[in-house]
C-alpha cells in the first residue's frame, strides 16, 4: 500500500525526490509503531486513537515540532490517497492538528558578508565552490534545483537559466555576465565525461553532485565569514530575496524567480525590510521624535 501510494505522489502528483523519500521514510516508522504496539500491519485499520498516541511516543523520542508536523503530514497525505481510492470512508487523520510552534527566525547574511565571501572564493582553486554559492546567492535557486540542473538548461548564450522547481514546473532565470563568465570557464575545465554530463554540475565520473555536498560547502565556507547559527543553502536563497527587495525589486518578481507558488511565500522575505521601516518611522518621523 505504501509502494503504490509513494508511486502516486511521484507520477501524479509530481512531488519532488527529497519529498518522496521523506515521506517513505516517515510511513515506515508509523508501520514500525503499530507492529509493536497494535500488533498490525494494516494501516487501514488504524483509528485516532493511535494516531494521537503515535504522537505522543514521537513526543517522548524528544523529537522536535517540525520533525513532528512533517511526520502528521505524511500521514495525512497517505490517508486522504486511500479515501481518493476508496480503501476507507474516513481517515483517522481528519481532526488530529498539527503541532503549533514558533519558527527560528531566517536571518540573512548581509551583503558585507557575501562580499568579504566573494574575496576569499576568487582563487582558481575554488572555482566550484564559488560557483556554488554564487549560483544559490544570485539567483536564489534551491539546493535540489542546482544539483539537478542540466546542461542543455543552461543558456550562455541568452544568459539564463531554465530551471525545474517543484512539481516539475520550469521558470527562466536571468544571469548577470560575470556569472555567464564563471560558468563558462567552469565548462571548459570540465573532462570528456563531464561535458558529456547530462548534469551541468557533475563529479568527475560524470553523476550530479549531491545535496549533501552542496549544503557541506556552503557550510563550510560561510563560516569563515559570519558567526551566524544557520548557514545553509536555504540562508543564501533568503539572503537573494531580502536583498534584491531592498534594493527595490517588485516583489511579483521576486515570486516568479523564487519559483513560489503563491505571493504569501515570498512576503516572508519582506521581514527584514518591514523592521528597517520601523527604525527609519522611529528615527525620523516628527511625531516620534523626543
Known sequence: M?????????????????TI???????EDFLDYIRETES???LKKMNKRVIRNFMIALSEQNLTKRTINRKLSALRSFY?????????DASPMESIQSLKFYADKQIPFSKEEMQHLKGILGTPENTLPRLIIEMLYQTGM???ELCNLLSKNVNLNNRELKIIG????ARFVPISENLVSDLQNYDNQKNTVQKESLYFFSKEDGKKISE???????NTYL?????????SPHILRHSFATHVLENGAEISKVKKILGHASLASTQVYTDANIEKLKSVIKNAHPRNKK
Open 142 to 144: 534551491r539546493r535540489a
Open 2 to 18: 505504501i509502494d503504490k501510494f509513494l508511486e502516486y505522489i511521484s507520477v501524479e502528483k509530481r512531488y519532488s525526490q527529497h
Open 40 to 42: 498490525s500491519e494494516d
Open 80 to 88: 486522504l490517497y486511500l479515501l481518493k481510492i476508496q480503501e476507507i
Open 21 to 27: 523519500i521523506g515521506y517513505k521514510k516517515d510511513l
Open 223 to 231: 563560516s569563515l565569514v559570519t558567526s551566524k547559527k544557520k548557514k
Open 212 to 218: 549533501k555536498f552542496v549544503y557541506s560547502t556552503v
Open 166 to 169: 517543484k512539481g516539475s514546473k
